[in-house]
């Protein structure tokens, strides 16, 4: 990017900008080397100006890159520009290069090849991409197979890779974003006669599978300093090596332009919250414009149906509206899986299948909701219990979790929810805890093992499995457990504020937001507090939301949205204090300054009451 032009100008990059950078990026993905002294040469003049401090940026800005622990201009800069000649070469991810020479061998002797990933929304586009890469490479024979959900759960399996086997003659599996724990599964298919490449970025335990190439950013002898990529990240670094290495040696007359498949990258970068830093903040942000205009034209009629193809996409709208989408469909008893939404090629099919996957979800929140309803009865029961356990046949087993983190938001108390299942017998449960509780829910399963037929997770979320006759039993050791821990109440605190800002300075800040942006992991977006505004109007709207004007005291207005408000409605013509995130609305084309609202508080009133989302 032309750092030059940034510390030139308080406004955000054009479009022209962001898609001469494409073309740049497609050559420096297939010809790093190249990139890099062209961008030597551009940077060269620059360098000596780029000590003129924060003194271009407005205060605002400042404060923000400052409170996200950045203490230089350089230093920010660096992270929310980095360079495109600092991306890795794919070939420092160890076994890479094994990997490729036995896949050029199963492309010239036209070997089955299977690409095998997990279902969840890493999974899904990591088997896109790297399902899309070999078909555009020229391979005749790809296949893919992920795990159910609920019937074979996470993992690389024996009985799918023989499946693929039996039908397909498969004779090389290349698992993405799984495989690297399944050591016996690895060495069952071998002694079937295929041969396994894992890529995953999971942690290794202390047995490596015995595969033909273990790629993994994560695993020990792994120098690459790539741990931060998801799995779909190493997917894409396999198909940038292998695109090389055919295009060098000239093995295949089909090439890939590797740009076109950051769409699956960004998807899936945002979605397995991986930290947004280095060449995943880059390439997602390339990977935003990619998925604007996709290929994909399943994922494209799920853009239009959700209008979310009429605006510029943002890692929020990825993340929030379009992924949770796609990811209820595995919980849903697979109708339409993900998979067929990324990889559907008929136009009419793809609306078809948005439609339909719409319409499923549609389905979830009904079913939620109901579920919910039921839940909030059952809080009266446990209102002198310092934690809730509930299980009913209603509640659908993919739902659990949801449901369990609904009541830790709405109880402050650590939650087990389980689904009965139709069998009468077995109930398949989720518990959550609110981090600030500092509940463990791993260590109280833990400590109801004797109880448990399965469980496990991590220390704010889990799942488990009992029987029936035992959900008394659990509640007892339950109990037992959380006697001996004081919970803590989940107060409302302010310590999510950023800062303190007029009107005018958070109109000024969104100029940046282009710059700024994608906010996520490891770089949150920017909560500001406007400290005593007015609301000059207060518009209801459908479904318990509001529309919002702020007035400040040097009488600029800015417009505000709050969403899903169940309580007294802010007053109209009353001073606030109020709390959001800016951000750009984007409406038929037009885009204007607007904040969404977390929180507020009454100012102009002696008696002043906290409402807190
Ligand atoms: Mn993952």
């Known amino acids: 990017m032309d750092q030059g032009r940034l510390r030139n100008s308080r406004h955000p990059v054009h479009n022209e900008g962001a898609t001469r950078s494409l073309v740049e990026l497609s050559q420096a993905m297939a010809t790093p080397n190249r990139l890099k002294e062209r ?7 620059s360098q000596n100006e780029s000590s003129s401090a924060w003194k271009d940026m407005p205060k605002s800005v400042q404060t923000f890159l400052q409170l996200r622990g950045f203490s230089s201009y350089d230093e920010a800069i660096e992270f929310l520009e980095f360079p495109l000649k600092n991306l890795t070469d794919p070939l420092k991810l160890k076994d890479m290069d094994i990997a490729v020479a036995r896949l050029e061998k199963a492309f010239t002797s036209n070997e089955a090849v299977c690409v095998y990933g997990d279902f969840d929304m890493d999974g899904t586009p990591a088997v896109a991409l790297l399902v899309r890469a070999l078909r555009g490479l020229g391979f005749k024979n790809v296949f893919h197979i992920q795990p159910d959900r609920h019937k074979d759960g996470y993992g690389f399996h024996t009985h799918l890779a023989k499946k693929m086997m039996d039908e397909n003659k498969v004779t090389v599996f290349i698992t993405v974003d799984v495989g690297i724990t399944d050591v016996a599964a690895v060495r069952e298919v071998n002694a079937l006669g295929a041969d396994v490449i894992i890529t995953d970025h999971h942690q290794e335990k202390e047995e490596l599978p015995q595969a033909f190439a273990v790629i993994n950013p994560n695993q020990k002898k792994c120098n690459s300093g790539m741990g931060h990529l998801c799995g779909t990240g190493v997917a894409l670094y396999v198909a940038m090596a292998l695109n090389r290495h055919f295009r060098e040696n000239k093995i295949s007359e ?12 960004a998807i899936a970068t945002i979605a397995d919250l991986v930290p947004l830093k280095k060449e995943n903040r880059v390439l997602v942000r390339h990977g935003l414009k990619v998925l604007e205009k996709t290929s994909m034209v399943g994922i494209q009629a799920l853009l239009n149906l959700l209008k979310l193809s009429e605006k510029t996409l943002n890692a929020a709208d990825v993340g929030i509206r379009f992924v949770p989408k796609l990811n209820s469909l595995t919980r849903m008893g697979g109708e339409i899986l993900p998979i067929d939404l990324f990889l559907v090629e008929n136009g009419e099919q793809a609306l078809q299948l ?12 009904r079913s939620l909701k109901t579920a919910e309803q039921e839940l909030e009865t059952l809080f009266g029961a446990s209102e002198t219990k310092n934690f809730f356990w509930s299980y009913s046949g209603t509640f659908h087993k993919g739902l659990v979790g949801l449901l369990a983190s609904k009541v830790v938001n709405a109880t402050q108390k650590t939650a087990f929810v389980g689904a009965l299942l139709s069998d009468g017998k077995t109930i398949v449960g989720s518990a959550r805890t609110a981090n600030v509780n500092g509940n463990n829910v791993f260590e109280a399963l833990t400590s109801c093992r004797h109880i448990l037929k399965k469980f496990g997770g991590h220390p704010q979320a889990a799942g488990f ?14 109990a037992a457990y959380f006697s001996q821990c004081e919970e803590r109440k989940n107060k409302p605190t302010d310590d999510a504020v950023d800062m303190e800002v007029t009107v005018g300075e958070a109109k000024e800040f969104l100029h940046w937001m282009d710059r700024l942006e994608p906010f996520g992991v490891g770089f949150t977006a920017p909560v500001f507090a406007f400290p005593d505004v007015i609301l000059s109007e207060v518009k209801p709207l459908k479904g318990n939301h509001f529309r919002l004007t702020l007035r400040d005291q040097r009488g600029q207005s800015i417009g505000a949205i ?6 007294e409605p802010p007053l109209e013509q009353h001073m606030y204090r109020v709390v959001g995130e800016p951000q750009w609305n984007e409406f038929r084309g037009n885009k204007t300054p607007q904040l969404m609202v977390k929180s507020f508080q009454l100012t102009d009133l002696q008696d002043s009451i906290s409402l807190e989302l």
């Open 254 to 265: 089909k090439f890939l332009d590797i740009k076109n498949l950051l769409d699956c990258f």
């Open 465 to 478: 499995e009992l029987d029936v006759e035992q959900a008394g039993a659990f509640d007892t050791a339950l």
């Open 354 to 365: 948005a439609t339909r996957a719409l319409e499923v979800n549609e389905n979830r929140v």
């Open 562 to 567: 709050l969403f899903g408000h169940n309580g």
């Open 39 to 45: 961008m030597r040469v551009k940077n060269t003049p």
